[in-house]
């Protein structure tokens, strides 16, 4: 069974940086889709990046240049570096993992079968 724990979470300002993390366990392998999806009170879950089949990284369109997935396969663990935290950004941050997902699939969370609880991110202006 697959675990995901994600954890770094936390109340910071406009233009500062957090780097969440999120632990994995059970049934992965280093092939596996992982991601990070992000909701924010009455929105939609929003794709923030993924890392497709342990190789090439994607990422939405408000994040890009921000924000970086990286995963340490050792450790079985997926990070996500944000950088220039904006208001905007603020929301509960979820990671995500499916074993057999198709590129096609990556940036919409109903094609993953395995979440984390989430973690709260706040960015104060």
């Known amino acids: 069974q697959v675990q995901l724990v994600e954890s770094g979470g936390g109340l910071v300002q406009a233009g500062d940086s957090l780097r969440l993390s999120c632990a994995v366990s059970?049934?992965?392998?280093?092939?596996?889709?992982m991601a990070w999806f992000r909701q924010a009170p009455g929105k939609e879950r929003e794709f923030v990046a993924a890392?497709?089949?342990?190789?090439?990284?994607y990422y939405g369109d408000s994040v890009k240049g921000r924000f970086t997935i990286s995963r340490d396969n050792a450790k079985k663990t997926v990070f996500l570096q944000m950088n220039s935290l904006k208001p905007e950004d603020t929301a509960l941050y979820y990671c995500?993992?499916?074993?057999?997902?198709?590129?096609?699939?990556?940036?919409?969370?109903?094609?993953?079968?395995?979440w984390g609880q989430g973690t709260q991110v706040t960015v104060s202006s």
């Open positions: 995500a993992l499916d074993n057999r997902l198709i590129l096609s699939s990556i940036r919409g969370p109903i094609h993953y079968d395995y």
């Open positions: 059970g049934g992965t392998s280093s092939t596996s889709t």
């Open positions: 890392i497709f089949r342990g190789s090439r990284s």
